[in-house]
């Protein structure tokens, strides 16, 4: 697909109420990776990733539910991606 077709959609990544475990397979680097937003609304979210938990081009954040990554719960998503393109 073209850049310029792609201008206009939105790109979310939203997990609610669920259990979900991910773990980063060789030669991997993100646990998730958005163009655009992730939100945890709920349920618990396992990540196992040596880099990156979270890489997104958007805004992150978790409203509710459990998140840990490598063990360790985390109350804020720090995006690897950086900041959306202006």
């Not at 077709?5 to 993100?30: E, H, I, N, Q, R």
């Not at 509710?64 to 804020?76: A, C, K, L, M, S």
């Amino acid at each position: 697909m073209k850049r310029a077709a792609m201008v206009g959609l939105l790109c979310v990544l939203l997990l609610t109420a669920t259990a979900c475990k991910v773990k980063v397979g060789p030669g991997d680097t993100d646990g998730f990776d958005s163009n655009g937003d992730i939100y945890i609304n709920g349920g618990t979210t396992d990540v196992i990733a040596p880099f990156s938990a979270f890489d997104c081009n958007g805004n992150a954040a978790i409203n509710g539910g459990t998140v840990r990554v490598n063990g360790q719960v985390i109350h804020e998503i720090t995006c690897e991606g950086g900041p959306p393109p202006h």
